[in-house]
């Protein structure tokens, strides 16, 4: 078995600030995804790796960057945090591409921008 | 329309009944997959599919890229099973499209 861990678990900030969210996996996976989820809704590809140092644009990538350190961690960036902003940031890994394997998910990063 | 439809939006059953989610796709898609997110927001992979049918224990899933839906259904259900349910749809490589959820409520 593994496990994904996510740090912070909340995390407030200011408008306009930058904010960085990791996450960490110990599956050995190649694949690594950031989601944002809004209160009540599915969930949106930020951004997705497959390998270290490789990176790829999901739909919703636009003031958000993200960077595979390592194998292991995948770290997002909000560029200017936006008021009033309040969404679950969820990290997951796989095996393989998304497409043909199962993805398993980390508890989230809770933001909320004063 | 939504890429993505996903129906019920909230589903209410008693134990040990049993019901089916559906969502719909405006395009051919290449493949979906099932979660389940719980009371504490984890999710959980419940199916990936490319075609055809699986099914787990209680749970049985259904994809049909030609006629562009996917099926969820849930058999003698248990309070467990109470949570929102997405399906989610692979468009193209590295793009997986959300459905709105579907949240479902077990009742003793």
């Known amino acids: 078995g593994g496990i994904i861990t996510q740090t912070p678990k909340f995390l407030i900030g200011q408008e306009g600030q930058k904010l960085t969210l990791k996450c960490q996996q110990n599956?050995?996976?190649?694949?690594m995804y950031w989601y944002r989820q809004d209160s009540g809704k599915g969930l949106r590809l930020i951004y997705y790796s497959i390998t270290e140092n490789d990176l790829q644009k999901g739909d919703l990538s636009e003031g958000y960057d993200a960077s595979r350190e390592k194998k292991s961690s995948f770290s997002l960036t909000v560029t200017s945090a936006q008021k009033n902003e309040m969404a679950v940031f969820l990290c997951?890994?796989?095996?393989?591409?998304?497409?043909?394997?199962?993805?398993?998910f980390g508890p989230g990063t809770r933001l909320l921008v004063l | 329309g939504m890429p993505v439809e996903q129906n019920p939006p909230a589903l209410s059953l008693y134990e040990g009944a049993e019901s089916g989610l559906r969502c719909n796709f405006s395009?051919?898609?290449?493949?979906v997959q099932w979660f389940q997110q719980n009371h504490r927001g984890r999710l959980i992979t419940l199916f990936y599919?490319?075609?055809g049918t699986k099914e787990n224990g209680r749970l049985k899933s259904t994809f049909n890229s030609k006629e562009r839906y996917s099926t969820l259904h849930i058999k003698d259900a248990q309070l467990e099973d109470s949570g929102t349910y997405f399906c989610?749809?692979?468009?193209?490589?590295?793009?997986?499209?959300f459905g709105q959820g579907t949240k479902l409520s077990i009742k003793p």
């Open positions: 395009t051919t898609m290449k493949g």
């Open positions: 599956f050995n996976h190649d694949t």
């Open positions: 997951a890994s796989s095996k393989r591409d998304w497409g043909k394997d199962t993805q398993y």
């Open positions: 989610a749809a692979n468009y193209n490589q590295g793009k997986l499209i």
């Open positions: 599919l490319a075609q």
